[in-house]
C-alpha cells in the first residue's frame, strides 16, 4: 500500500500536482453530485447498523421475557393470579396477549355472558379477535424500521451506481476539455466514482444482510405467540365448559 501510495502521489507526464488517494481525498476532490451521493450513502449506513443493533438486542429481550413468562404460564400458577401478576401494562407482548385476553374472559364472565352454548362460542370468538389483534399490534411495534433496512439493501448500490457514472462522466469530460489521456487526468475521477460504488456496497450489503436473518427471527417470534395463543384459547375454552 505505501508502494501504491507513492506512485499514486508522483507527479505525473512532468507536472508538479499531486493525486491525493486517501478516503478524505477522494471525498474532497469529488463532485458535489458525487459529495452528495456519499453523505446520504454514509448516514444510511450508520442509520442501518443503529437498526441492527437496536433490533439484535430488543429481538433478544423478548425472546427472554417470553420464556420466562411460559414457564410461570406452565408451572401451575392459576389464571387469575397470573394475570393480577402481570398487571394492566404488561412489559413484553406474550403477557400482552394473555392480558387482553383474560380483561375480555373476565368482562364477559362477570356479566354472565357464558351462560349458554352460544354464548360461550361467542365469547371464544371474542378472545381469539382479542388475541390476535394484539399479536398484530405487537408485531408492527416490532417489525418498525426493518422497511428501511429493506430499502438500503435493495437500493444502496443503485445509489452508489448513479454516483460512479456521474464521476465517470466528468472524468470524460475533463479529458475532453484538456485533450489529455494521461492518468493524473484520467485517475481521480475514477477512483472517485469507484469509491461511491464502494460506499453504496458497504451501505447494501449489510442491511440487505440483516434484513433477512432478523425477519426471519420476527416471523419466528410471531409464530410463537400465535401458538401461545392458540394454546392458551383451548384452555379458557375447556374451563367454560368445565363450568357448565
Do not use: C
Amino acid at each position: 500500500m505505501d508502494a501504491f501510495a507513492q506512485v499514486a502521489g508522483a507527479p505525473l507526464g512532468g507536472g508538479t500536482e499531486t493525486i491525493d488517494m486517501s478516503v478524505y481525498g477522494l471525498f474532497m476532490q469529488a463532485d458535489w453530485v458525487v459529495k452528495a451521493v456519499m453523505i446520504a450513502l454514509l448516514i444510511a449506513s450508520f442509520w442501518s447498523w443503529a437498526i441492527i443493533f437496536e433490533k439484535m438486542l430488543r429481538l433478544r429481550t423478548l425472546k427472554r421475557s417470553a420464556q420466562a413468562f411460559e414457564d410461570t404460564f406452565w408451572s401451575g400458577i392459576s389464571l387469575e393470579d397470573l394475570y393480577d401478576r402481570v398487571g394492566a401494562k404488561p412489559d413484553d407482548p406474550m403477557s400482552s396477549v394473555f392480558a387482553a385476553a383474560m380483561r375480555e374472559w373476565r368482562r364477559s364472565v362477570s356479566k354472565g355472558l357464558a351462560t349458554s352454548s352460544t354464548a360461550r362460542a361467542a365469547l371464544r370468538q371474542r378472545i381469539e379477535q382479542v388475541m390476535s389483534v394484539t399479536i398484530q399490534r405487537e408485531m408492527e411495534a416490532i417489525e418498525k424500521r426493518l422497511g428501511f433496512l429493506a430499502t438500503v439493501g435493495a437500493n444502496a448500490t443503485f445509489v452508489g451506481l448513479f454516483g460512479t457514472v456521474w464521476g465517470i462522466m466528468n472524468s470524460f469530460g475533463h479529458i475532453a476539455v484538456s485533450k489529455n489521456t494521461s492518468l493524473a487526468v484520467v485517475a481521480p475521477g475514477i477512483s472517485e466514482a469507484l469509491f461511491a460504488t464502494a460506499m453504496g456496497l458497504v451501505a447494501a450489503i449489510p442491511a440487505a444482510g440483516a434484513y433477512n436473518i432478523l425477519s426471519g427471527q420476527v416471523q419466528r417470534y410471531s409464530h410463537q405467540l400465535e401458538a401461545f395463543a392458540g394454546e392458551f384459547i383451548t384452555i379458557l375454552s375447556r374451563q367454560l365448559e368445565e363450568q357448565v
